[in-house]
């Protein structure tokens, strides 16, 4: 069975930082590109940044670019989302997900974790 | 990159049929066949309900169909059941600097 754990989350001041984790099982993490998706509270979906299945290649929405940086351990199964610079927009719960084909699947997410909550706030 | 353009709210009785839209560009919606749907209940993570404009995942209940047209692709539901009550939201992959794109989001209500 597939699962995603995400941990992390928590309050944190404006201008601090966080680091998110998310813990894969179930699949073989390493052949599956990976993203992350936000929600801030009561809003749409928006998707923040995605991961080679390798770790080699990156990307970033414009809003996250130069303060978020994503990256994997695929010895650990693990995905993680640094975030510095944080801005009361980032408040938002925060999904790992992944993608549904090897090695990537253009956007079709096919398991989702079941999201922390960065609250950013003085 | 700009949100694609879903309606606010779709409504309909059991046994209807909806449709919601998804307006994009061609750099998105209208350049690629990666057009995915997600169905999302109340806190609750979103659910893969159509990929690749028109796919449906195993176990995806065949009332839910996609297609697309140009700029816009759509997701219907056909015969409409009380569980279909949720926010859907539709996903393209985007040539611009970043890599994907989400719709806006539209409330489907089941009368």
């Known amino acids: 069975e597939v699962q995603l754990l995400e941990s992390g989350g928590g309050l944190v001041q404006p201008g601090g930082s966080l680091r998110l984790s998310c813990a894969a099982s179930?699949?073989?993490?390493?052949?599956?590109?990976m993203s992350w998706v936000r929600q801030a509270p009561g809003k749409g979906l928006e998707w923040v940044s995605d991961i080679s299945n390798s770790g080699g290649s990156t990307k970033y929405a414009d809003s996250v670019k130069g303060r978020f940086t994503i990256s994997r351990d695929n010895s650990k199964n693990t995905l993680y989302l640094q975030m510095n610079s944080l801005r009361a927009e980032d408040t938002a719960i925060y999904y790992c997900?992944?993608?549904?084909?090897?090695?990537?699947?253009?956007?079709?997410?096919?398991?989702w974790g079941q999201g922390t909550l960065v609250t950013v706030s003085s | 990159q700009s949100a694609l353009t879903q309606p606010a709210s779709v409504s309909g009785s059991p046994g209807q049929s909806i449709t919601i839209s998804c307006t994009g560009t061609?750099?998105?919606?209208?350049?690629?066949?990666?057009v995915s749907w997600y169905q999302q209940h109340p806190g609750k993570a979103p659910k893969l309900m159509i990929y690749d404009v028109s796919n449906r995942p195993s176990g995806v209940s065949n009332r839910f169909s996609g297609s697309k047209s140009g700029n816009t692709a759509s997701l219907t539901i056909s015969g409409l059941q009380t569980e279909d009550e949720a926010d859907y939201y539709c996903s393209s992959y985007t040539s611009s600097s970043t890599l994907y794109v989400f719709g806006t989001g539209t409330k489907v209500t089941v009368l």
């Open positions: 179930g699949f073989t993490f390493s052949s599956y590109a």
């Open positions: 997900a992944k993608d549904r084909i090897r090695p990537r699947g253009y956007g079709s997410f096919d398991y």
């Open positions: 061609s750099s998105d919606v209208g350049g690629y066949n990666y």
